[in-house]
């Protein structure tokens, strides 16, 4: 079962940058379809990004060309490269992983991993 901790949250103004990363452990990460997804007060929980095992991307509207996922299999790390921060990506940042190896989207996957989130805060 892979565990998943997440780190790099922080209070930035709008237009800065952040990096978050997702350290794995406890089992084999380079299986997983990795993704991060945002949690805002009041707010469902949203799909961000996903990269699969080969190394493909899918991105959610809302953040394609500001954010930027990676993966370091051989650091058992992920990361979640955030550019063009506004106000409205403030929010609790999760990662997570899906068994099924390729995306299988952000609410029809299998995401069966979870981290216990990193706050984001942009301020205007």
């Known amino acids: 079962h892979l565990q998943l901790v997440e780190s790099g949250g922080s209070s930035v103004q709008s237009g800065g940058s952040l990096t978050l990363s997702c350290a794995a452990s406890?089992?084999?990460?380079?299986?997983?379809?990795m993704g991060w997804f945002r949690q805002a007060p009041g707010k469902e929980r949203e799909g961000l990004a996903a990269i699969d095992i080969d190394g493909d991307t899918s991105y959610a509207h809302s953040v394609l060309g500001r954010f930027t996922i990676s993966r370091d299999n051989a650091q058992n790390t992920l990361y979640l490269q955030m550019n063009s921060l506004k106000p409205e990506d403030t929010a609790m940042y999760y990662c997570?992983?899906?068994?099924?190896?390729?995306?299988?989207?952000?609410?029809?996957?299998?995401?069966?991993?979870w981290g216990q989130g990193t706050q984001v805060t942009v301020s205007s």
């Open positions: 997570a992983a899906d068994s099924s190896r390729f995306f299988q989207g952000f609410y029809g996957g299998t995401w069966s991993a």
């Open positions: 406890g089992d084999t990460y380079s299986n997983y379809c």
